[in-house]
């Protein structure tokens, strides 16, 4: 089958510009997370869900960066303004349901703020 | 706080001698442990994970990792390295009371010479 698929692969835009990210997961999995990595970091931990709920938002890094999901499926990781700090590669994963299951990691989305 | 840590940043090996990465975690109960391997351009895949019972876990790949509550530790281990195992390598632990927040190390680098 499928896997976690991620668009748009590269992302090159303006510093104050608002950018979106796309994660479909694969089919049948209902919990959802969303990674920064950055040149030379880990994978920085962003948001998780389950369904189409976000318990716990407290790894979003400001109040610029946003996240939905709907209809358990696909979600959309919307970064407002950007800055040039926000230059990183942005993973998703998906999982059969929550923490001790395997998660499966997209391609990645690699966002240049200029 | 959770938190993981890689304290080999890059390791060099020549092929066929044995290999082990170091992965410390601080957690207060037992923790979901990982290890996923992220090849050149390639996604991350999960080599291992424990939860419970033996602490020595089997993953692909001829790797192993071994559980060891007294030192915090979850060490990852293969006998003979192949030159197909150059690779980015990340431990992570999975908290279930921080909202299934996973946290992950920064990396060790592995270079594999012939």
């Known amino acids: 089958g499928a896997g976690v698929s991620q668009s748009p692969s590269n992302k090159v835009t303006e510093k104050g510009k608002d950018v979106e990210l796309r994660c479909d997961p694969i089919s049948g999995h209902t919990a959802l997370y969303w990674y920064r990595q950055s040149l030379g970091q880990g994978l920085e931990f962003l948001i998780y869900?389950?369904?189409?709920?976000?318990?716990?938002k407290s790894g979003l890094p400001s109040d610029r960066f946003s996240a939905e999901r709907t209809g358990g499926s696909v979600s959309t990781l919307t970064i407002q303004r950007t800055q040039q700090e926000d230059s990183a590669v942005y993973l998703c994963?998906?999982?059969?349901?929550?923490?001790?299951?395997?998660?499966?990691f997209g391609p990645g989305t690699r966002l240049l703020v200029l | 706080a959770q938190s993981v840590t890689q304290p080999d940043i890059h390791i060099t090996v020549s092929e066929g001698a044995s290999l082990e990465l170091r992965c410390n975690y601080s957690y207060g109960a037992t923790p979901y442990l990982f290890w996923y391997v992220q090849s050149p351009g390639q996604g991350l895949q999960l080599l291992l994970k424990?939860?419970?019972?033996?602490?020595l876990v089997q993953g692909i790949k001829g790797f192993e990792a071994e559980f060891k509550r007294s030192q915090s530790s979850f060490n990852l281990r293969k006998p003979s390295v192949h030159w197909s195992d150059a690779a980015e390598y990340f431990c992570a632990v999975g908290a279930m009371n921080t909202g299934n927040q996973f946290y992950f190390g920064t990396g060790t680098s592995l270079t594999v010479i012939p």
């Open positions: 424990y939860f419970s019972g033996d602490t």
């Open positions: 869900f389950q369904g189409n709920s976000a318990p716990d």
């Open positions: 994963a998906s999982s059969l349901r929550q923490l001790q299951e395997t998660q499966y």
